[in-house]
């Protein structure tokens, strides 16, 4: 064989090597900067008390996005309400519940907020929807809470504890629309008790309220106690503050459905939040776009976690989100047509 087709063979060969080496490269091998490829990462979660529903149904959820995509791992910590929106905002937390409400009231530095959190982000809205339910006691002969502010009745309100929970941010926010305070309301002869839920029943049986105010899943557990002892019944909301409240805070406007209740004959003009998984606007936008995938990709078996979930839609968890959508969020909503 002559040295030229000697030559010509090698490097034939090589060639052949070469090609044979880059296309046996297996999956696991894509180099590390290749952006679909997730990384091992840890983020810190933030969620509600522990013991909560809050915190139990975070740690579930958290616990399954792991199981289906290993490089994502959470670390959870006990949170509020109130305090999430601000942890997440200011990058304490990288991702948590919020309400959208209290997440509008922290991207702003509004009331309850001192400083803004222009770095809070929503994920996807729709979990857990609460309803604030005003409630009176059937023998208080009371039908409309505008005749109670406008006539002054000296009548005694209750709702949750003052600081802590969201409840009783609501109630302020209501009197604000009127231009009241709890201390006018005790200036004509009434009262506002700012009470631990455990506290309800009883200053219900021993008649020192009318008026409850709550925010809660239907039916309200803590109204089906109190019913035990007392006849009660719910006082829609006149639409002027409904529409205000609606457009100022986040919030929908939603009925409570007939049958909520044992008593309750018809729906109930009434307003409702959701919960909301929020994060910091830092968060990965490629680690949030596969959070929704696999929440997409099985969402039965999400929904499933919490009865509570029942309702949530992936296709409009982009709606009422209070803030900004995360990078992340508004590219898998765009990815797959559920957002235009």
């Known amino acids: 064989m002559s040295k ?13 090597v070469l090609v044979i080496g880059c296309s046996s490269q ?29 915190f139990s149904t975070f740690a579930s959820l958290s616990e399954y ?8 791992q959470m670390n959870l910590s006990p949170g509020s309400g109130i305090g999430n929106s601000a942890t997440i905002g200011n990058g304490q937390f990288d991702i948590g519940w919020i309400f959208p409400t209290m997440a509008l009231a922290s991207y702003e530095g ?37 005749d109670v502010f406008k006539n002054k009745q000296p009548v005694s309100f209750l709702t949750g504890r003052k600081g802590s929970t969201t409840p009783a941010l609501f109630f302020d926010m209501m009197l604000a629309y009127y231009g009241l305070t709890s201390e006018d309301i005790e200036s004509w002869g009434g009262k506002v ?29 803590i109204l089906q106690e109190i019913m035990t002892h007392r006849e009660v019944k719910l006082l829609p909301y006149p639409k002027d503050l409904q529409d205000h409240m609606a457009e100022k805070y986040a919030l929908e406007k939603m009925a409570i459905p007939a049958g909520s209740y044992n008593f309750l004959t ?12 929020g ?20 969402i039965e078996e999400v929904k499933a976690i919490h009865p509570s979930w029942a309702e949530f839609d992936i296709k409009t968890a982009w709606k009422n989100s209070g803030v900004p959508l995360h990078a992340g969020a508004e590219k898998f909503y765009k990815d797959k047509g559920y957002m235009q």
């Open 26 to 54: 297996s999956n696991n091998d894509v180099p590390a900067d290749n952006p679909a490829v997730l990384q091992d990462i840890s983020l810190n979660a933030v969620a509600g008390g522990v013991g909560g529903a809050w």
């Open 65 to 72: 996005i792991s199981t289906k995509e290993p490089a994502i």
């Open 193 to 221: 008790y700012y009470a631990a839920y455990s506290d309800w029943p009883q200053l219900a049986q021993d008649g020192h309220i009318d008026i409850m105010f709550n925010q809660i899943a239907m039916p309200s557990s």
């Open 110 to 146: 509004v009331t309850p907020y001192d400083t803004p959190t222009e770095d809070l982000r929503m994920i996807a809205g729709g979990f857990s929807p609460n309803f604030l339910e005003i409630s009176v006691l059937a023998d208080s002969n009371i039908t409309s809470l505008e």
């Open 279 to 298: 994060a910091n606007k830092n968060t990965p936008d490629e680690v949030v776009y596969r959070i929704l995938e696999i929440i997409d990709e099985n």
């Open 4 to 16: 030229k087709l000697i030559s010509m063979f090698l490097i034939l060969t090589m060639m052949i």
């Open 266 to 277: 018809e729906d109930v003009e009434c307003l409702r939040l959701t919960s909301g998984l």
